[in-house]
């Protein structure tokens, strides 16, 4: 097996820009020196290792020291990065590496790898065993992502073992050891004592993870060909009737694959929320789901999208660049090619807040007309319009951007104006 593991790393980076991920240890001092290893393919391919020093102690920093001389003796960019501030929990450390990964590919138009084990994927499929995980979340690392990890058929002895024959220094991290981290207490402790109670427990789960992984597939594919998902400024809407074709079995297994495309990854209550949510909630209707989602029901279609934020309620004077919760205004001397744009009275106050119930305005060519209404009509959902903005000139109502335009907010002989435009940014 020592001898496959650069030829492994070679066949999984062939043909793409990879940014390599180290830590020190000795997995990924093994991905880096298999990657870039004078006749290994995959050589070529490297533009940058990439390393992150927690902050958490001298080991780190010994770390992140041996990582820059290695891979710069190598000739390879090193890109590293200290955590600004002292970093706790497993979760905090996760998201700062990964945020700093993320960020160097980016730049750099790449993919990023990892020295992600066969022991690793065993961890992490236990551990969302024990939290109840559905099919997707059983997949774990086998899970189609733009994250490579050539080495995860490889176990930490045949990596101890490639490390050891080829001489490689790397650094303990001491907080492995320690019991007080979910993934250490399994790492050390509860996986050993279920494989001496079951010897095939490994096998299962790492079979139990191949069939999650097809599963996940085909049904991402079953949204494809069935379900003709809508995009529209990061939200997802689906059709309701096309969901109701299927039973609540099924539609538990649909729903965090339709989420994730929104980018949610739904727990089993909100699975569960979501499956009730199809079939009996009424349009205007909307549920709250985890990580500042929800979902809501609209005109025929269920969306999946980021919850709103308490927008500011103050108003705000309209002069130059003017944002306004997930809205922004921009004073162009421009053409008005649409209701994102008006020619506002120069000599009147300009302002704008958020709709409030109660508000009236009367629209170009017709009488006076509830916001609430032209927002109703213009097909802003129950969702939407308590953040949605509104225009004054003094203390009247003239633009409701993206809906309608008074006769005040339009050019006339003689009058001087302000063009202003209007964009969202929240989605």
């Known amino acids: 097996m020592d001898d496959s593991v650069p030829a492994l790393v070679a066949r999984e980076l062939s043909a793409k820009r990879v940014v390599l991920a180290v830590s020190g240890g000795r997995d990924s001092m093994s991905l880096l020196h298999a990657a870039l290893a004078p006749d290994n393919a995959a050589r070529e391919r490297v533009v940058a290792v990439a390393t992150f020093d927690h902050a958490t102690g001298a080991h780190a920093a010994e770390s992140a020291a041996l990582v820059y001389s290695v891979a710069a003796r190598l000739g390879v960019e090193v890109v590293a990065e200290r955590a600004s501030i002292a970093l706790r929990t497993e979760a905090e450390w996760r998201a700062q590496r990964w945020s700093f990964l993320r960020r160097v590919a980016l730049e750099r138009s790449a993919q990023i790898a990892t020295a992600h084990t066969r022991d690793d994927q065993l961890e992490t499929v236990l551990m969302r065993v024990m939290r109840g995980a559905g099919a997707r979340g059983l997949a774990a690392l086998l899970a189609r992502s733009a994250i490579l990890r050539p080495l995860l058929s490889v176990t930490r002895d045949d990596l101890a073992r490639y490390a050891l024959s080829e001489q490689l220094a790397w650094v303990e991290d001491p907080g492995n050891a320690r019991l007080d981290h979910l993934r250490n207490r399994v790492r050390h402790e509860l ?197 949605w903005p509104v225009v004054l000139a003094d203390d009247e109502i003239v633009w409701v951007p993206g809906v309608r335009r008074s006769s005040a907010a339009s050019e006339r002989p003689g009058r001087p104006v302000v063009t202003y435009h209007c964009e969202r940014i929240d989605r």
Do not use: C
């Open 191 to 387: 996986l050993p004592a279920l494989l001496r109670a079951r010897p095939a427990l490994g096998a299962e789960l790492l079979a139990l993870a191949e069939r999650a992984a097809a599963l996940r597939n085909e049904v991402d594919a079953l949204l494809d060909r069935e379900l003709s998902l809508e995009r529209q400024n990061g939200a997802v809407l689906v059709a309701r009737d096309a969901l109701l074709r299927y039973d609540a079995e099924a539609l538990a297994l649909l729903w965090p694959a339709v989420a994730a495309r929104a980018g949610a990854t739904l727990d089993r209550r909100g699975t569960d929320r979501l499956v009730t949510f199809t079939t009996s909630e009424r349009s205007g209707a909307r549920i709250q789901l985890s990580g500042g989602f929800e979902a809501a029901a609209h005109r025929g279609a269920i969306i999946v999208r980021r919850a709103a934020t308490n927008p500011p309620q103050s108003a705000l004077t309209l002069q130059g660049m003017v944002s306004l919760g997930g809205f922004r205004f921009d004073a162009r001397d421009e053409a008005v090619v649409s209701l994102w744009s008006a020619k506002l009275p120069a000599r009147k106050t300009l302002t704008v807040r958020m709709w409030h119930p109660g508000d009236r305005m009367v629209p170009a060519g017709g009488g006076v007309r509830r916001v609430k209404g032209l927002l109703r009509d213009a097909g802003v959902d129950a969702a939407s319009r308590g953040s």
